[in-house]
């Protein structure tokens, strides 16, 4: 159980907001009550609330956020996307929950002696849920995405994309103290100070030594962190300053050796490819190949629900590699099976919260599955209604960038928000495998789809004739380099 300094730290975190508003550019007090809440909350700890969400590190940094923004801003309407698909995505994303709770009603119970009515031997019972319920789901719904509408108001400028891809840097070099203390002790930081772990024990010990935790939910978070960190470091080391250009090469070189002291292998996979990519090719390039990750995201179910994904070989070769991931990933497959068999009843709209989307022993209620990929656990929550919300709203400021790439009069794109598309572009792949959804996920996200939706209004204002317009500001965006401190 969480001690009462996990619980004072959650509290806590909404005074931290507003200091971070009163004391820095709107940019980076954004940016950074996001980013240091992921990092340094209780990972697990929450406080349930009669309908309402779960308040987590996940729920309460972008909660505080989103509400200080409100209150400061002069016309909130600009948090709207100018994107009709995005909008309808957004309705999907959050009203969608409604007809999912609404059909699925029905409770499942568990018991002693199967088909023994009229008497029935009830020994657990898997509630159905209530009209209430809808109220807890539109809120965990509406709250995942606060992130994302202000990244798209407040980071889709130049200014507000490199103060993003500074933080990580910064954030990433922080993270590595604490990092390498777990990687030489094992993972015990959480236990020191929140007075629990997090996870399975067993799960911190590969490849001969400890992979670090810290304050994140596994040491695969952990390891994607890291890696978005280097991604942002190369990106930042084509910088014009030399003087700059120097310390983020070798910040670039240390978390990449920190990746590989992480121990994971999907993510040290992931920076292997990538960071030639983010350091030596263009713009272009890069947002092309982000395109092909995306599409592939979301082409995913439909190809393993056919048996087009080759599972055997991926196993192969992860076996050559080594035989421990191996058998890791065979067991992530296996549960798949099971559960893409349970999502299948109800494919359109899905099983709904408490855990009714797993699978369950018939005579006494255990869970037989763990769903180890979040777009698994969409899938089978919300059906396809909600995985085509999710990972449509996340891929979609790819797909538009991606689109707007080919040609020979396409427009240019900015060196910061082509790694920006990158690292989201990634995080996408990954959640095939591993539940890594974040506040990062969507502040990527919100500030690629800022950058595209600002870019498109420049260009329009651009192409019109003298007189006809005034400067380009994209739905009350600030211009670039228009960072200000508020309160």
Same mark, same amino acid.
């Not at 931290?16 to 954004?30: D, G, N, P, Q, Y």
């Given at each position: 159980?969480?001690?009462?300094?996990?619980?004072?730290?959650?509290?806590?975190?909404?005074?931290?907001?507003?200091?971070?508003?009163?004391?820095?550019?709107?940019?980076?007090?954004?940016?950074?009550?996001?980013?240091?809440?992921?990092?340094?909350?209780?990972?697990?700890?929450?406080?349930?609330?009669?309908?309402?969400?779960?308040?987590?590190?996940?729920?309460?940094?972008?909660?505080?956020?989103?509400?200080?923004?409100?209150?400061?801003?002069?016309? !909130? #309407?600009? /948090?709207?996307?100018?994107?009709?698909?995005?909008?309808? $995505?957004?309705?999907?994303? &959050? =009203? *969608?929950? @409604?007809?999912?709770?609404?059909?699925?009603?029905?409770?499942?119970?568990?018991?002693?002696?199967?088909?023994?009515?009229?008497?029935?031997?009830?020994?657990?019972?898997?509630?159905?849920?209530?009209?209430?319920?809808?109220?807890?789901?539109?809120?965990?719904?509406?709250?995942?995405?606060?992130?994302?509408?202000?990244? !798209? #108001?407040? /980071?889709?400028?130049?200014?507000?994309?490199?103060?993003? $891809?500074?933080?990580?840097? &910064? =954030? *990433?070099? @922080?993270?590595?103290?604490?990092?390498?203390?777990?990687?030489?002790?094992?993972?015990?930081?959480?236990?020191?100070?929140?007075?629990?772990?997090?996870?399975?024990?067993?799960?911190?010990?590969?490849?001969?030594?400890?992979?670090?935790?810290?304050?994140?939910?596994?040491?695969?978070?952990?390891?994607?962190?890291?890696?978005?960190?280097? /991604?942002?470091?190369?990106?930042?080391?084509?910088?014009?300053?030399?003087?700059?250009?120097?310390?983020?090469?070798?910040?670039?070189?240390?978390?990449?050796?920190?990746?590989?002291?992480?121990?994971?292998?999907?993510?040290?996979?992931?920076?292997?490819?990538?960071?030639?990519?983010?350091?030596?090719?263009?713009?272009?390039?890069?947002?092309?190949?982000?395109?092909?990750?995306?599409?592939?995201?979301?082409?995913?179910?439909?190809?393993?629900?056919?048996?087009?994904?080759?599972?055997?070989?991926?196993?192969?070769?992860?076996?050559?590699?080594?035989?421990?991931?191996?058998?890791?990933?065979?067991?992530?497959?296996?549960?798949?099976?099971?559960?893409?068999?349970?999502?299948?009843?109800?494919?359109?709209?899905?099983?709904?919260?408490?855990?009714?989307?797993?699978?369950?022993?018939?005579?006494?209620?255990?869970?037989?599955?763990?769903?180890?990929?979040?777009?698994?656990?969409?899938?089978?929550?919300?059906?396809?209604?909600?995985?085509?919300?999710?990972?449509?709203?996340?891929?979609?400021?790819?797909?538009?960038?991606?689109?707007?790439?080919?040609?020979?009069?396409?427009?240019?794109?900015?060196?910061?928000?082509?790694?920006?598309?990158?690292?989201?572009?990634?995080?996408?792949?990954?959640?095939?495998?591993?539940?890594?959804?974040?506040?990062?996920?969507?502040?990527?996200?919100?500030?690629?789809?800022?950058?595209?939706?600002?870019?498109?209004?420049?260009?329009?204002?651009?192409?019109?004739?003298?007189?006809?317009?005034?400067?380009?500001?994209?739905?009350?965006?600030?211009?670039?380099?228009?960072?200000?401190?508020?309160?």
């Amino acid at each position: 159980m969480p001690n009462i300094v996990a619980y004072l730290a959650l509290l806590s975190w909404p005074v931290v907001c507003v200091l971070l508003f009163r004391k820095v550019s709107i940019e980076r007090a954004i940016i950074w009550s996001l980013l240091a809440g992921y990092l340094l909350l209780p990972p697990v700890a929450n406080l349930n609330l009669p309908l309402l969400p779960s308040l987590d590190k996940m729920t309460i940094p972008s909660l505080s956020a989103f509400i200080i923004c409100l209150y400061l801003m002069p016309d !909130r #309407r600009t /948090l709207v996307p100018q994107s009709f698909a995005a909008k309808a $995505l957004i309705l999907m994303f &959050v =009203a *969608g929950a @409604i007809p999912t709770v609404l059909a699925n009603s029905e409770p499942f119970i568990f018991t002693v002696l199967p088909n023994s009515d009229p008497i029935v031997y009830k020994i657990w019972e898997l509630p159905g849920l209530r009209f209430r319920d809808i109220f807890s789901a539109l809120g965990n719904q509406a709250i995942a995405l606060f992130p994302f509408l202000l990244a !798209r #108001r407040f /980071l889709a400028t130049e200014t507000g994309l490199r103060e993003l $891809l500074v933080a990580l840097v &910064v =954030a *990433g070099l @922080i993270y590595s103290i604490p990092s390498l203390l777990e990687i030489r002790i094992s993972p015990q930081l959480n236990i020191w100070i929140y007075g629990f772990f997090q996870h399975d024990f067993s799960q911190t010990y590969r490849g001969g030594g400890f992979r670090p935790f810290v304050f994140l939910p596994h040491g695969l978070w952990l390891a994607f962190f890291i890696l978005s960190t280097l /991604l942002a470091a190369a990106a930042l080391a084509r910088g014009r300053d030399h003087g700059l250009q120097t310390r983020y090469v070798l910040a670039m070189l240390y978390l990449a050796g920190l990746l590989y002291l992480c121990k994971s292998l999907g993510s040290l996979l992931y920076g292997i490819a990538l960071l030639p990519v983010a350091f030596l090719t263009g713009p272009r390039l890069q947002i092309r190949l982000a395109l092909i990750f995306a599409l592939i995201a979301i082409i995913y179910p439909l190809l393993r629900g056919n048996g087009l994904v080759p599972t055997d070989e991926l196993v192969a070769l992860a076996n050559s590699i080594d035989t421990e991931r191996a058998a890791s990933l065979a067991y992530r497959f296996n549960n798949e099976d099971l559960l893409l068999a349970q999502a299948s009843e109800k494919p359109w709209l899905g099983w709904g919260g408490w855990g009714r989307n797993l699978i369950h022993d018939p005579d006494n209620g255990d869970i037989l599955t763990i769903p180890d990929g979040r777009w698994i656990i969409t899938f089978g929550t919300y059906g396809w209604l909600g995985y085509i919300a999710e990972f449509g709203l996340i891929a979609l400021p790819i797909l538009l960038l991606g689109r707007g790439s080919f040609g020979h009069n396409a427009p240019g794109i900015s060196r910061n928000a082509a790694v920006v598309v990158l690292i989201l572009a990634i995080n996408m792949i990954d959640m095939l495998v591993n539940a890594t959804l974040t506040p990062l996920t969507w502040v990527t996200a919100g500030a690629a789809l800022g950058y595209y939706e600002r870019s498109r209004a420049i260009r329009k204002t651009a192409n019109k004739p003298p007189g006809l317009s005034d400067a380009p500001v994209m739905n009350g965006a600030v211009p670039s380099g228009g960072s200000r401190t508020v309160m």
